[in-house]
């Protein structure tokens, strides 16, 4: 029998992580069910402010003999790790056999939009699946979307292999020797990413804070993903570790297209516009840009953290640009917070340019508007030149520079590869213990 099982918002251990629970899962499951792929570690929409911890929820795909006895198995290993403390509402959906379009659906909208958790109560009742939750069960939505998400044939997907602690780390100073990671992305990079900031040479693997994660290493291939592991020198056990198949560093998250008009709070989504007003510099060094599809505009906000604010500046009325970002509700209305941009359509700006002396030739002064004075032979003349002045910004999507990356942000040096055929395929050794 086929059963995939999602689970979310079983954050507890000071800040723990779902995906720590899910290594215990995998090593408590595996006499009993035959895991048909890796887990599924799906981020959802990164602007939803009330989100879980990470905003990250967990997939399981088996094949089992029993599936209550697997789903007992699952809800048992969530409620014993429960603390009860903390605002957690640790939540359970499973599903036997083929997925719903109704929860692929879901798992969509879940990753773009804001989902009320009565919205999903209901269409998962309407399907028939089993749930079962602590307290008011926040965790279905993203429980529900985590089954669907990678079952839509055309998804790019990577992988993230992650090492945890031993528990009686948990709490101190990670230390993991910088050399040995710069080693390890020269070595096999583009097939991992995102693992170091080059420009603030600092790690971007690392965890920080409390949570029982060391690093995570995130690639196309699970199998250069253990290479990369044995290629980083930790000085202290690794407990535990387990490799995800993931939709982070996707840019999945970017894929919605809409109108101004019809743009609602906690978006996240790409919209197409020209810029009606000149760039202002705001408090902070960030820039506001007001674009208009014709029927409405909103602002756009590029922040100095994501460096997209200088290329913000160059940016002139009556340029079209598609911008990529989150959407925040504001007391002025609607503001987007940009993660990317492209300039499409670039104005040709036209100066003014001081005139020719017709009689002598020499350069012409300014003296008032649109008022020419020749400094030599004093001919005064009443008219102005003008000149094309070039702007070459680059055609190509700007991205927010990689310490401002969220998980979903497909890194620079992804562009492209995504068209890897990836099979999938379970490696033989892709979970410790
Ligand atoms: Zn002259």
Not at 341 to 367: D, F, L, R, W, Y
Request: aromatic share 10%.
């Amino acid at each position: 029998m086929l059963l995939r099982i999602g689970f979310d918002d079983t954050d507890h251990y000071k800040g723990g992580c779902t995906t720590y629970l899910c290594s215990l899962i995998v090593e408590r499951l595996e006499k009993k069910a035959t895991f048909l792929d890796y887990p599924h570690l799906i981020r959802l929409n990164p602007n939803i402010p009330f989100k879980t911890r990470g905003n990250a929820a967990v997939a399981l795909k088996v094949e089992c003999e029993d599936p209550e006895d697997v789903v007992d198995l699952v809800w048992n290993v969530i409620s014993e790790n429960y603390s009860g403390k903390g605002k957690a509402d640790p939540s359970l959906v499973a599903i036997k056999g083929e997925v719903p379009e109704e929860v692929k659906c879901l798992s969509m909208r879940a990753l773009h939009e804001f989902l009320p958790l009565s919205y999903v109560a209901r269409v998962l009742k309407k399907v028939n699946v089993e749930q079962r939750f602590i307290k008011r069960g926040r965790g279905l939505v993203g429980a529900a979307a985590a089954i669907g998400f990678l079952e839509s044939d055309f998804i790019d997907f990577t992988y993230e292999l992650l090492t945890y602690r031993n528990p009686e780390f948990w709490g101190k100073p990670r230390r993991v020797e910088y050399e040995s990671i710069e080693v390890m992305d020269r070595a096999l990079r583009p097939y991992v990413f995102a693992n170091i900031d080059y420009k603030k040479k600092r790690p971007l693997i690392l965890s920080h804070g409390p949570d029982p994660v060391i690093y995570g290493i995130r690639g196309d291939f699970p199998s250069l993903l253990v290479e990369a592991m044995k290629m980083i020198k930790v000085y202290e056990p690794i407990d535990r570790w387990i490799i995800f198949k993931t939709n982070q560093c996707t840019g999945v998250h970017l894929f919605m297209r809409k109108k101004i008009p019809v743009i609602r709070p906690y978006d996240s989504l790409t919209v197409r516009g020209i810029i009606v007003q000149s760039p202002i510099v705001i408090k902070g060094g960030h820039v506001l840009v007001k674009i208009s599809d014709g029927e409405k505009t909103i602002d756009c906000v590029f922040y100095k953290k994501t460096r997209l604010n200088v290329i913000a500046t160059l940016i002139k009325p009556g340029d079209l640009i598609e911008v990529s970002g989150g959407v925040k509700p504001r007391r002025r209305g609607l503001t987007l917070n940009v993660e990317e941009v492209k300039i499409i359509q670039q104005v040709i700006v036209v100066e003014k340019k001081p005139p020719v002396c017709p009689i002598c030739g020499t350069k012409m002064k300014s003296k008032g508007k649109n008022l020419y004075r020749c400094r030599r032979c004093k001919y005064l003349a009443e008219f102005v030149d003008f000149e094309i002045r070039h702007r070459n910004l680059p055609k190509y999507p700007l991205k927010q520079a990689p310490s401002a990356y969220r998980h979903l942000t497909k890194p620079r040096e992804r562009e492209g590869l995504e068209s890897f055929i990836k099979k999938g395929v379970l490696i033989e050794r892709w979970h410790y213990p």
